[in-house]
């Protein structure tokens, strides 16, 4: 059963900030550029039909209850899908799943929609939606809540199942190209 989400009513924004004027796009992707964060592969279903996208704005909010929230862009084939269906899979890409992240960003050229999961091996768990084998994680989530934020849905959705951490390092999105992350030495 899905608990109460509830938004504070009773609070407002600092009044003497709500007039200044915020950065420009420009500026604002210019530094979104240094901020290093994890890849996942999203998926969900069109009723039999796979749909997927890369997506590097995915974060924990809490763990009990387990909800995550998913960024997802209005404008790519799959937002809709995930709305209509309410369900949706995090799979967190390892650091040896770059071509993937690529397959499912659209950079491959001639795969696009389902040819998609012609890559890597899929199965799926409680909700339906496409889980990767291999991933280093996979959330299998229901869509609880949508945020419409300007360009993107901010998904805010509770975790069904987990799968078990498979272990390695996670491929990471940084400055327009997917990484490793190298340990520093103590």
Known sequence: ???????????????ALRHLPTVTADDHRTGMRHLAS????????????????????????????PRMVVLVNKKVAAADSILASGALCINVLAAGQAHLAKVFAGMVEGVFGPARFEHGTWHSRVSGAPVLEGALASFDCRVVKVFDESTHHAL???????????????????????????????
Do not use: K
């Open 1 to 15: 059963m899905t608990s109460s989400i509830n938004q504070r009513l009773d609070w407002a924004s600092n009044e």
């Open 156 to 186: 805010l959705c509770e975790v069904l199942h987990a799968s078990e951490p498979t272990g390695g390092e996670p491929l990471i999105y940084v400055n327009g190209a997917f990484c490793r992350v190298s340990p520093l030495e103590a």
């Open 38 to 65: 994890g890849v996942s592969i999203i998926t969900s279903r069109d009723g039999e039909t796979a749909v997927g996208l890369t997506a590097t704005a995915v974060c924990s909010v809490t763990v009990d209850p």
